[in-house]
């Protein structure tokens, strides 16, 4: 057991959050939401719950945290510094990390930690571009539980998928559950489904 993993139990031992997680497999592969993200703490107890299972994880932060002396441990804790002035080359090259053969589990937060308009797409394009399934990680305030859900595999219909996360994190309520915000994708297709070529509404 390595000394992260034992640290996290020790954490969750006395922690005041239940940890009810689905176990996932040690030497897989995924992306792992955090929702809802209501709160920077969010983000450290989904660390925790990675920990806790000695997952392989990486996250994604703003390149700023790793700058200085904080660098070095930015990344010994699995950060991946993005430049949001050029966040094109991201999926590219995390495509190339695991087609190279690297194995782990991204750690995503696609809701702000302020309500907004949506989530951000980049999850569901990375587990789209890389193939990747998508674990649920919830918070849930209203009853001080925490952990890891269901794995699902993206289907390429973008409704059909996110009402699937929807259905799933609709009882959850982060920290702060003023701020959380409906797991809907900011181009997300709205609206009746399209026709199909008879004019008939499409099944």
């Given at each position: 057991?390595?000394?992260?993993?034992?640290?996290?139990?020790?954490?969750?031992?006395?922690?005041?959050?239940?940890?009810?997680?689905?176990?996932?497999?040690?030497?897989?592969?995924?992306?792992?939401?955090?929702?809802?993200?209501?709160?920077?703490?969010?983000?450290?107890?989904?660390?925790?719950?990675?920990?806790?299972?000695?997952?392989?994880?990486?996250?994604?932060?703003?390149h700023t945290l790793f700058r200085g002396v904080g660098g070095p441990v930015m990344r010994a804790l699995g950060g991946i510094p993005v430049d949001r002035r050029d966040p094109a080359g991201l999926v590219d090259d995390l495509?190339?990390?695991?087609?190279?053969?690297?194995?782990?589990?991204?750690?995503?937060?696609?809701?702000?930690?302020?309500?907004?308009?949506?989530?951000?797409?980049?999850?569901?394009?990375?587990?789209?571009?890389?193939?990747?399934?998508?674990?649920?990680?919830?918070?849930?305030?209203?009853?001080?539980?925490?952990?890891?859900?269901?794995?699902?595999?993206?289907?390429?219909?973008?409704?059909?998928?996110?009402?699937?996360?929807?259905?799933?994190?609709?009882?959850?309520?982060?920290?702060?559950?003023?701020?959380?915000?409906?797991?809907?994708?900011?181009?997300?297709?709205?609206?009746?489904?399209?026709?199909?070529?008879?004019?008939?509404?499409?099944?």
């Open positions: 057991m390595s000394t992260r993993t034992t640290l996290a139990r020790a954490y969750w031992a006395v922690s005041r959050w239940t940890l009810r997680t689905e176990r996932l497999p040690r030497d897989g592969a995924g992306v792992l939401i955090g929702a809802p993200h209501t709160s920077n703490w969010d983000f450290v107890l989904m660390l925790a719950i990675g920990a806790e299972q000695d997952l392989p994880f990486r996250w994604l932060g703003k495509v190339a990390r695991i087609a190279a053969g690297e194995r782990f589990y991204l750690v995503v937060t696609p809701e702000g930690t302020r309500s907004g308009s949506g989530w951000k797409s980049g999850f569901y394009r990375i587990a789209r571009a890389t193939g990747l399934p998508v674990t649920l990680g919830y918070v849930d305030r209203t009853t001080m539980t925490t952990g890891l859900g269901p794995t699902i595999t993206l289907t390429g219909d973008v409704r059909a998928d996110m009402d699937v996360v929807r259905a799933f994190y609709a009882d959850k309520s982060g920290l702060v559950p003023a701020r959380r915000t409906e797991p809907r994708l900011r181009d997300e297709p709205s609206g009746p489904p399209a026709p199909d070529a008879d004019g008939s509404p499409a099944t």
